[in-house]
């Protein structure tokens, strides 16, 4: 089995940052995409960043300029550098990991890390 801890969320002013851990623990697999998404009272969860194993970055358009994704292979840990956040970036964020484990493409999702931008 693997598991998927978010940690770094909390309460931060606008034009503030905030930089998301994800970190994957178990034995014996392989993580092919880590992905970020997202979800606001009220709304859909929806796609932040990915990163794949080449550690190649795609961001949602709102995300652009202001969101970093970056990766440590070797710690099987994604993060997420958040800068300029707004009050519309208050939202649960959520890792998603694309997982091989046991010659088995799963996926697992984390627990969840709030984020909230107020003044």
């Known amino acids: 089995q693997v598991q998927l801890v978010e940690s770094g969320g909390g309460s931060v002013q606008p034009g503030g940052s905030l930089r998301l851990s994800c970190a994957a623990s178990?034995?014996?697999?392989?993580?092919?995409?880590m992905v970020w998404y997202r979800q606001a009272p009220g709304k859909q969860r929806e796609l932040v960043a990915t990163?794949?194993?080449?550690?190649?970055?795609n961001y949602a358009d709102y995300g652009k300029g202001r969101f970093i994704i970056s990766r440590d292979n070797a710690k099987n840990t994604v993060y997420l550098q958040m800068n300029t956040l707004q009050p519309e970036d208050t939202a649960v964020y959520f890792c998603?990991?694309?997982?091989?484990?046991?010659?088995?493409?799963?996926?697992?999702w984390g627990q969840g890390t709030q984020v909230i931008v107020s003044s």
């Open positions: 990163s794949d194993r080449t550690r190649s970055p």
């Open positions: 178990g034995r014996g697999f392989t993580i092919y995409d």
């Open positions: 998603y990991a694309d997982v091989l484990l046991s010659y088995r493409r799963s996926a697992y």
